[in-house]
């Protein structure tokens, strides 16, 4: 007999958690191993638990989920990731995939839609949401490779993203420095940096840009 597709679930939202939980509980061919709120516990739990599938929304807090994404992609390249988010811009569509997801649905798709994506993940395929407009597709899968103009996030580094993300939660200095296991000096440094770089002059005006690229839920 085949054994189950096993599925971890990553979302910040406990009830919208608990309904996929008890939609995938419903397909035979599927089993959920996990859960998760933030993008941090999805990486650790990948590595723990091996699941065949991540099923991740891309707003969540502490890590979000594009960078969980790049990250359970490098290290464990096994997994197949589907996003699962309200996010339809290209920008986010474009980010998804080149952190290494295999598909990428809306919330507001159907249950049937959700099934047969991981069912397409599994099967070696890339799943996008027909509900995603055909020239962000299209584009995509027309040239995978094309290179797009760089946006001002793109200046960051990995880290500077994460204090940034992390201060837009309203996270003080040292408690970032705690969270992701660095100096204080060093998260100063990359506040710095970060400010720098993006011509930002306050806590609150680093909020605002988090917010408005995407980086950090309102």
């Known amino acids: 007999m085949k054994s189950p597709v096993r599925i971890l679930i990553a979302d910040d939202h406990t009830i919208l958690r608990a309904g996929i939980h008890s939609l995938l509980d419903r397909v035979p061919e599927f089993q959920v191993v996990g859960e998760v709120d933030n993008g941090k516990d999805a990486i650790h739990q990948a590595g723990q638990l091996k699941p065949d599938v991540l099923l991740s929304d891309l707003s969540m807090p502490k890590t979000n989920g594009t960078e969980a994404i790049k990250r359970i992609n490098s290290r464990y390249p096994g997994i197949k990731i589907l996003v699962l988010t309200v996010h339809k811009t290209e920008e986010h569509v474009h980010a998804a995939l080149k952190a290494g997801a295999n598909g ?27 509900a995603i407009c055909n020239d962000v597709v299209m584009g995509y899968l027309a040239d995978p490779g094309k290179e797009k103009i760089a ?12 204090v940034m993300k992390l201060i837009a939660e309203g996270y003080r200095n040292k408690d970032v420095a705690e969270y992701l296991s660095i100096s204080l000096k060093t998260v100063e440094k990359h506040r710095s940096n970060m400010m720098k770089k993006l011509d930002l ?3 609150s005006s680093i909020t605002s840009y988090a917010i408005k690229s995407g980086l950090a839920a309102e």
């Open 104 to 130: 990428y649905i809306l919330k507001d798709d159907s249950s049937d839609e959700l099934i047969n994506a991981i069912n397409n993940i599994m099967a070696g395929k890339t799943h996008l949401s027909p």
């Open 151 to 162: 946006s001002s996030l793109d200046l960051l580094t990995t880290r500077e993203r994460e």
């Open 201 to 203: 002059h306050s806590a």
